[in-house]
């Protein structure tokens, strides 16, 4: 049985910073694209970030310069450290794992609420 287990949402103020983990049980990540998506209320899922096996990452532009997401294989864990957040990127965040080859098998988790909010 597939898991990702997200943790580390909150509630934060404007300018702070967040780092969420997803940690994946029942696959080997080595083999998949990790990512972060998000939906706000009211709004469609959007990609946040994405790293290949290879580790490379790509960001949605609203994003850029001020998220980082990173994985540790061993630990089966990928990051998405958040920072000089600001209150449109209140959502909740969801982790993905994208199998890169064959049948491309893809897994969610059951996502992690941030809020950004004086």
């Known amino acids: 049985q597939v898991q990702l287990v997200e943790s580390g949402g909150g509630l934060v103020q404007p300018g702070g910073s967040l780092r969420l983990s997803c940690t994946a049980s029942?696959?080997?990540?080595?083999?998949?694209?990790m990512g972060w998506y998000r939906q706000a209320p009211e709004k469609q899922r959007e990609l946040v970030a994405t790293i290949t096996s290879g580790r490379m990452a790509n960001y949605v532009d609203s994003v850029k310069g001020r998220f980082a997401i990173s994985r540790d294989n061993f630990k089966k864990t990928v990051y998405l450290q958040m920072n000089s957040l600001k209150p449109d990127d209140t959502a909740v965040y969801y982790c993905n794992a994208r199998l890169e080859l064959g049948s491309r098998n893809e897994y969610w988790g059951q996502g992690t609420q941030v809020t950004v909010s004086s």
């Open positions: 029942g696959i080997n990540i080595n083999f998949y694209t």
